[in-house]
């Protein structure tokens, strides 16, 4: 197994004197970070586009208690979307946090 590899870089900020580590690359083992990374936002946008389309339906098929309302799945299809988007952000804008700091 290949070593991973990150690079750092000390910056001192001029208004404040404060140093800041800002990483900026990752070398070794990016590959299979994304291709599982990719993988967790195709299968929870699946999961949750399903408890949005048919909670009550798919809470029978797996075996669970059948909810009186949609509102429990839903809320869950919800968060499960939100965690997809959340880390789909990180994989399309690796640098986008280290970008908006508005003190740099």
Do not use: H, Y
Not at 24 to 36: A, N, W
Not at 59 to 80: D, E, H, I, K, Y
Not at 88 to 96: N, S
């Amino acid at each position: 197994m290949a070593p991973t590899c990150k690079k750092f870089s000390d910056r001192t900020r001029s208004k404040t004197g404060r140093v800041v580590a800002l990483r900026f690359s990752v070398r070794i083992g990016d590959d299979i970070v994304q291709q599982i990374l990719w993988a967790e936002v195709i299968i929870k946008a699946a999961i949750g586009a399903l408890l949005i389309v048919a909670p009550l339906t798919s809470s029978s098929v797996l075996g669970l208690a059948r909810p009186n309302t949609g509102f429990w799945p839903r809320l869950c299809a919800g968060v499960l979307f939100g965690i997809a988007a959340g880390t789909w952000l990180g994989i399309a804008f690796p640098t986008f946090m280290a970008q908006s700091d508005p003190e740099a």
